[in-house]
């Protein structure tokens, strides 16, 4: 699959544990905070905090817990992260992609250099491995047991540059800009289709193979990125 197994990502955050389930919320409330400094707190004129808002409730996340994070966002105290992208290796070589959002970059740098040491891997200068991916917006969705013609008629009519399907789901992918992105999901919504994720993402364009003694290591390596309120988002080229 070109979204890097993105579906057994969202299977995963979907079973977390409710104090896991906390973090997504605490990630969620800081995208939501940066989309409303930018762009104000009314999702009809914020694409951007309309689509998060999507994202949310894809994710399970409670209306009020939403509302709250729309309101805490005017507060320049509680407002102030700035994105940050780092890149390295993880064990095998494996390519990483790590976007975060964070109010102390020291902190989360330090972070993030102790993770993959730990490890097997090395954090690396930005663009040490971003050549390896490609930028595209992906959607994914449940197919609700649709043939593939089907779901590929209704893909093109949306908008899509191309899609891959599986018994379970179906990728669909777009430009890299969120405009294309938001036409392509909103028309699928429309046709009821169950959105499981909509982002801009970084496609492997190639895939790292990891022999089964390391394969532990590179598991826990993502499972520590992810468990970290500062990590956004974790990109990597294992084929899992």
């Known amino acids: 699959m070109s979204g890097h197994s993105k579906w057994s990502t969202i299977k995963r955050k979907k079973e977390k544990t409710d104090a896991q389930r906390a973090n997504i919320f605490t990630k969620i409330g800081r995208e939501i905070a940066v989309a409303v400094r930018e762009g104000g707190a009314d999702p009809n004129t914020n694409g951007k905090l309309r689509d998060l808002i999507a994202k ?13 994070a729309i309101k805490k966002a005017g507060d320049p105290d509680k407002n102030n992260y700035e994105e940050i992208i780092y890149e390295g290796y993880g064990v095998g070589g494996v390519a990483v992609i790590v976007e975060c959002l964070t109010d102390n970059r020291n902190r989360t740098a330090g972070d993030l250099r102790h993770y993959f040491d730990k490890y097997g891997g090395n954090l690396g200068q930005s663009g040490s491995v971003g050549f390896l991916f490609q930028r595209r917006g992906l959607v994914v969705v449940e197919n609700n047991g649709l043939s593939e013609d089907t779901i590929m008629e209704d893909c093109l009519d949306a908008g899509a540059e191309d ?7 179906a990728e669909i992918f777009t430009a890299a800009d969120p405009n294309a992105l938001r036409t392509v999901r909103e028309s699928l ?33 993502l499972d520590i990125l992810e468990d970290n309120d500062d990590v956004q988002n974790v990109w990597h080229n294992w084929e899992e």
């Open 56 to 68: 949310a409730k894809s994710l399970n996340v409670p209306n009020e817990n939403i509302d709250r």
């Open 163 to 169: 899609f891959e399907a599986s018994d379970e789901f």
């Open 189 to 221: 919504e429309k046709k009821g289709y169950n959105i499981a994720s909509a982002e801009i993402a970084y496609i492997p364009n190639t895939r790292a193979a990891l022999d089964l003694d390391v394969k532990a290591k590179m598991e826990k390596l």
